[in-house]
């Protein structure tokens, strides 16, 4: 099955400690990007890859990384996160000018 | 950047009445125009699209409608249903996919039985 697979779908961490939120997709995308959710804001992009090894900055880019190692795999690390980093979070992959395809969300609580 | 703006935040309609979220776009390079449906707790999932060389695309009950000169876009649903109460959300990009989608705010619709 064609699919999106984002872990954790849920996650509650402290200020300060350094996570990690994984993206996969089996769909040989060379697009992939990160989006967070946030009330009456919309869906906000933080980081997106043209393909292995290339990343660049979307619009809300402070306090998250990106690495592009693998087609497949493009994760978002926090190193420091902060309570403003609360957010629900997608990850997307896609075809040049196709259909994003969107993962199951991560919803984190930073406290 | 690409500024994308989207009316209503909310809108409310009777079952079987139609309804229309618009948006507008600044930048005249942006090529691909998707909208996204999403479901209380669910990801957003593509519902239709429409590209710069074509004005309108329908779909069963839902269409698309692009004015490339005043550059906005619309949707239209027909007919509509308790399951189309979601939120809508329009997009712009002049690359395509995902790695250049420039999201509107996001439109709840709320259908009235």
């Known amino acids: 099955e064609a699919q999106v697979t984002q872990n954790p779908r849920y996650l509650i961490t402290v200020t300060g400690k350094k996570l990690t939120v994984t993206c996969s997709q089996n769909m040989n995308h060379e697009y992939m990007s990160w989006y967070r959710q946030d009330p009456g804001l919309g869906l906000r992009q933080i980081y997106y890859s043209m393909n292995v090894e290339v990343t660049d900055k979307g619009d809300v880019p402070e306090g998250y990384k990106v690495s592009r190692k693998e087609k497949r795999n493009f994760p978002l690390i926090l190193e420091s996160p902060s309570p403003n980093q609360t957010s629900l979070y997608f990850c997307?992959?896609?075809?040049?000018?196709?259909?994003?395809?969107f993962g199951q969300g991560t919803r984190l609580t930073v406290v | 950047g690409e500024n994308v703006e989207q009316h209503p935040s909310t809108l409310s309609v009777q079952e079987g009445d139609s309804a229309v979220i618009k948006c507008t776009y600044s930048?005249?390079?942006?090529?691909?125009f998707p909208w996204y449906k999403q479901e209380l707790g669910k990801r957003p999932q593509l519902i239709i699209d429409i590209r710069s060389n074509v004005g309108e695309k329908k779909d069963q009950r839902i269409a698309v409608t692009l004015n490339k000169t005043a550059k906005h876009f619309s949707l239209h649903i027909t007919e509509t249903q308790p399951e189309d109460s979601a939120v809508y959300f329009c997009?712009?990009?002049?690359?395509?996919?995902?790695?250049?989608?420039?999201f509107g705010k996001g439109t709840h619709l709320i259908i009235q039985p």
């Open positions: 997009a712009a990009s002049n690359g395509g996919g995902a790695d250049g989608l420039t």
């Open positions: 997307a992959s896609s075809l040049r000018q196709g259909e994003a395809f």
């Open positions: 930048d005249s390079a942006s090529n691909y």
